[in-house]
Every structure is written in structure tokens, then in C-alpha cells.
């Protein structure tokens, strides 16, 4: 019996597939999804992801489950996220002393994509960092 | 909290009784699967030290990101290696292997980063990213894999820089 016997089909309940372009919806529309602590269901939308909005880009993964590393045990996410492509996390805070070189990709919620009929080229594949 | 990874219990879906109970067992498998590398190590490695491939000297001026590099073989890395598998902090996974041998471009050089484990910032030397180098999330024993994409952490150690 395989290791991952449990494993349920992965593409089941979300809207959007790996290799699909979308569009990131305009911010003031991403804003009115979002809570008081600026946040949708859970996943939290930060400052530099204003940057990307509206931005034609391809999703690589769809995120189902997570490794929370602190309790080091596996959880389903309570909504479908997304990782599209180049779109990582530059570390920079608000008030932190240290900048983080975690180099995260950064989670998109379903609500904040939208579908996109024609699709867009980006250039370079990641921008970077010295 | 102006972070994903801060604020990632947030995300999560409860589990049920009978899956944290499971995967209590799988984190206390993991911690004694560790205890025995490490002691499997202490006694063997010495007797196979250098058994191994020549050891290849690259250009030893310091990595930043944009170089290119060739990540030593696995025969040369285990060598690096101590008793617990890493290089002075370091974990080499076994995700890592298949990535041996091959060139790839440094996307970032890591100084600071915020430790999940720990929950707090740590700073730390000598590492870097590879560009297209991600976690598989494929974890042993776990029922799903991890979909979180996380670039793999090299110690420059492992790598010679290529020009």
C-alpha cells in the first residue's frame, strides 16, 4: 500500500488549475474582501502584495495542505490558496530591524485572481536579489 | 504580524482527534528515525571517512546571488556532512540529492531569516537559494504532501562557484 493512501484528489474544490494565467484583481477590490485584520479566511494579504495587483500571471501551485513547521504537523488549508509564478515574498517589514531572506512564495487567496482569457508573458522568470 | 508565515495557524483547518494523534506518532518516529542516524554516524562514518570521491577545490571568492553554481556530488557532500547531517546548522535533506551534481543560479544570498520552529528572526552565514531549487513537500509517512513551495536552504559548502 502506498505511503500516501489517504491522499485525496488535490485539484477538488478550487476554481483555478496549475499552469492557468490569471489576472490579480484591482486592490480596491482585494480590499473588499478582506477583514479587520486584513485578512480572508485566514490567509493574510501584506503590503507588498498591493504591488502585483492587476498583474497577468500563471499559477504554478495550488495549495491544499501545509506543513506548520513550529508543531511539525500537516493541515489542510481552510480555503484553496494559490503560488504564482515569480511572485515571492522580498522580506522587507514595516518596523522589523532585520530584513527576512526567507524567500517565501506568496499565497493568494481564489477571491483576489481572476480569470483571464488572453494570456500574458512575463519576461524574466525571477528578478534577482544581490 | 506582516507576515504569511507568522500568521500561517491562521490557515490552517483543525484537524481531527485521530489525524494530530497520527501525526503525533509520525513526529515522534521522525525524532528517533534522527537519534539512530545520528548514532548509525558516530560509529561508522569514521571507518568509511574518505572512502568516498575526491574532494573538488572551486573558486573560493563568496557567493552572491546571479552566480552560478555547481552543487558537489553526493559522495562529496556526505562528506561535509556530520554525524546529525548537516553543515553547521544546516540540514541536508533527502529531497536534496536528486539536485547533486547539477548547475543552478544563486537567487539570494541568506543572511536573516524568520525560523518557524523558533518563531522568531535568525541570522545566519555561508547560505544561500538556488533558483527552481523548491521542496517536493513529499514528507515520510505523512498523508498529503506539503504544498508550500519553500526554496531549499544550501550551505556554500556544498556548492562550487562556476564562471
Redesign the interface.
Known amino acids: 500500500m502506498p ?6 484528489d ?1 485539484t477538488k474544490g478550487s476554481r483555478f488549475h496549475v499552469g492557468d494565467t490569471i489576472r490579480i484583481r484591482s486592490l480596491e477590490k482585494i480590499q473588499e474582501t478582506l477583514d479587520s ?1 486584513c ?1 480572508k ?4 494579504f ?2 507588498q502584495m498591493s504591488r502585483y495587483c492587476s498583474l497577468e500571471v500563471k499559477i ?11 508543531s ?7 480555503h484553496p ?1 494559490y ?1 504564482l509564478e515569480k511572485l515571492i ?1 522580498d ?1 522587507h ?15 493568494w487567496h481564489e477571491e483576489w485572481i481572476e480569470t483571464l482569457q488572453i494570456a500574458g508573458v512575463l519576461n524574466n ?2 528578478p ?3 | ?5 507568522k ?7 483543525e ?1 481531527s482527534y485521530f489525524n ?1 494523534l497520527w ?2 506518532r ?2 515522534f518516529l ?1 525524532s528517533m528515525k534522527k537519534r539512530i542516524f545520528y548514532l548509525k554516524n558516530r560509529i561508522f562514518k569514521p571507518l568509511l571517512a574518505n572512502s568516498g570521491a575526491s574532494f573538488m577545490e572551486g573558486d573560493s571568492s563568496p557567493i ?3 552566480d552560478w553554481v555547481k552543487i558537489r556530488s553526493t559522495m562529496e557532500i556526505k562528506n561535509i556532512l556530520d554525524d546529525r547531517g548537516a553543515t553547521k546548522g544546516c540540514a541536508f535533506t533527502p529531497d536534496m540529492y536528486k539536485y547533486c551534481g547539477k548547475n543552478y ?1 544563486v ?8 525560523d ?2 523558533k ?1 522568531k ?1 535568525c ?1 545566519c552565514k555561508d547560505i544561500v ?1 538556488l ?2 531549487v523548491l521542496c517536493s ?1 513529499k ?13 531549499l536552504f544550501w550551505h556554500t559548502s556544498w556548492l562550487l562557484k562556476v564562471s
Open positions: 505511503i500516501n493512501f489517504l491522499n485525496k488535490k485584520l485578512m479566511d485566514g490567509c493574510l501584506v503590503e504554478i501551485k495550488v495549495v491544499h495542505s501545509i506543513l506548520n513547521e513550529h511539525y504537523i500537516m493541515y489542510k488549508v481552510r490558496l503560488i515574498c522580506g517589514f514595516e518596523g522589523s530591524i532585520h530584513k527576512c531572506d526567507h524567500c517565501c512564495y506568496l499565497l522568470k525571477y534577482i536579489k544581490k | 504580524m506582516f507576515c504569511q508565515l500568521s500561517i495557524s491562521y490557515l490552517q483547518k484537524n494530530n501525526q503525533s509520525i513526529k521522525c552572491n546571488g546571479g543560479r537567487y539570494k544570498k541568506v543572511d536573516n531569516f524568520y518557524e520552529v518563531q528572526m541570522k537559494v533558483e527552481d513537500g514528507l515520510r509517512l505523512f498523508p498529503t504532501t506539503c504544498d508550500r513551495n519553500c526554496f
